[in-house]
């Protein structure tokens, strides 16, 4: 059966804007349909319901950090799928995905969509200027067209199912450690940063363009009086990345730690994963 689509809705989570990427680069490879962008960033865009019908064809991607913070079930909430096609992709910074792919085909298909391909792609880590350096480069993109485009044929022949579940992924380990073994085990449980981790501040160099605020997801930002809230903030780097004057910056010895650990680890070459 071929079938045939009214609209492509791209749906993307991407306080730091390489996701966005990624989900347009995917689309560049699906034929030539009216686009309806649907921006989940800003909270007032999760307080609305974004309703997708069977003709309907939607390529989502969201950032990773193991899930997407405590956002996915406001994420998925605000979607709603009726035997919609879907297709699925995270950015994530050259480090690892964990359990985001599985997370993000459990959630879709709760929310009622059929997901029909999914992909992980490496971007720049918003929060290690050199792990994903000068990702995705042209090869990315490439792979990320040939992703829509495949995604695309097979769904046009009205396959909608997965015939490849994906994988979950923790490369940087050398073995599994205790607080991946959690995570797998229990994916419904919210993942949370500690607020230590999240600790930032304004410098001088602030000409108060509010670019900061307009990429908050949460709302946590005060410009006038220079402050962050961060019982709202979820951390995801989002006001430091947009900001053109880098007049935010991470003061967190916590997450410092946590990415020189990492450093080397993520400096090998990943390339991106695709499961239809
Ligand atoms: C708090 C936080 C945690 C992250 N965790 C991971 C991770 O576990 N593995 C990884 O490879 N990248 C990780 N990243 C990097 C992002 O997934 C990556 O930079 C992504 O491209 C950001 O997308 P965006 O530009 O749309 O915000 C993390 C980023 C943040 C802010």
Not at 91 to 115: C, D, M, P
Not at 159 to 173: E, G, R, V
Request: contains cysteine.
């Amino acid at each position: 059966m071929h079938r045939t689509f009214k609209k492509l809705h791209l749906v993307h989570f991407s306080p730091g804007g390489s996701t966005e990427r990624v989900v347009k680069a995917i689309a560049s490879g699906i034929g030539s349909l009216p686009v309806e962008n649907h921006d989940l960033l800003p909270s007032a865009n999760r307080k609305a319901k974004h309703v997708f019908g069977p003709d309907d064809l939607v390529v989502f991607g969201s950032m990773t950090a193991q899930k997407l913070f405590t956002l996915s079930d406001e994420i998925f909430a605000c979607l709603e799928g009726h035997d919609t096609p879907f297709i699925g992709a995270i950015a994530y910074g050259n480090g690892f995905y964990g359990i985001a792919l599985n997370e993000l085909l459990r959630r879709a298909e709760g929310s009622g969509f059929k997901v029909a391909a999914l992909g992980a792609f490496i971007a720049r880590h918003s929060i290690d200027p050199d792990a994903g350096l000068g990702r995705p480069d042209a090869s990315d993109l490439a792979a990320m067209k040939d992703f829509g485009r495949r995604a695309f044929e097979k769904i046009s022949a009205g396959d909608l199912a997965l015939h490849t579940l994906p994988k979950t992924n923790w490369s940087y380990c050398e073995g599994p450690n205790k607080i991946i073994a959690h995570r797998e085990a229990h994916p419904e449980e919210p993942y949370i940063l500690p607020p230590e981790y999240k600790e930032k501040a304004f410098t001088d160099a602030c000409i108060n363009c509010g670019n900061c605020v307009r990429h908050c997801p949460t709302d946590a930002i005060d410009l006038a009086a220079k402050t962050f809230d961060l019982e709202k903030c979820i951390g995801c780097w989002g006001c430091i990345v947009r900001c053109p004057r880098k007049a935010i910056r991470s003061t967190s010895k916590a997450m410092a730690d946590v990415t020189a650990a990492f450093a080397d680890a993520y400096k090998r070459r990943l390339e991106p994963e695709t499961f239809f």
